[in-house]
């Protein structure tokens, strides 16, 4: 039967080491292996007695520990926590958020000139409109003549 997700190989399977094992010194682990651990072990230690001297205030986490590179690429933390927040300075907009504003201040100022009439559209809209008005008002007179003149031919006809 299978052990875990890797598939068996006819040299034989793979065998891990017991935490019990490994204390006792009886692990299958490669000699060379736990003298090379050790070495870097030693260096580690000796690295972090010179930096622990230098700065205890700065504890890093991983490998940021051991490796100390200011990357440009690295993506900076979006969100700040409370604590970090400085109330006293302004955050500045970026460029798209500056453009969104401008265009939505625009929007609402073009609205409030159309509701007063000051536009040339809606001078246009506003002159469109009265000549319906008015074409609907012919319209109606005319229908009105129309019936009068129908309802004079009936009391007519009565007669």
Not at 98 to 103: S, T, V
Not at 119 to 139: F, H, P, S, Y
Request: proline share 3%.
């Amino acid at each position: 039967m299978g052990r875990g997700k890797f598939k068996g190989k006819p040299t034989g399977r793979r065998q891990f080491s017991t935490p019990e094992e490994m204390l006792a010194g009886t692990s299958s682990r490669p000699r060379t292996f736990k003298k090379e651990e050790a070495e870097v072990e030693e260096e580690r230690s000796d690295e972090e007695s010179e930096e622990s001297s230098e700065e205890e205030s700065e504890k890093k986490k991983g490998t940021q520990g051991v490796i100390d590179i200011e990357n440009p690429n690295m993506a900076r933390p979006k969100t700040l926590k409370a604590r970090d927040a400085d109330l006293d300075k302004t955050s500045e907009l970026s460029r798209r958020e500056r453009e969104e504003i401008e265009k939505q201040r625009a929007h609402e100022r073009y609205m409030k000139l159309q509701e007063q009439g000051k536009t040339d559209q809606a001078k246009k809209d506003l002159e469109r409109l009265a000549l319906i008005r008015q074409q609907r008002a012919e319209a109606a007179k005319k229908r009105e003549e129309e019936k009068a003149a129908k309802d004079q031919k009936k009391a007519e006809a009565r007669k």
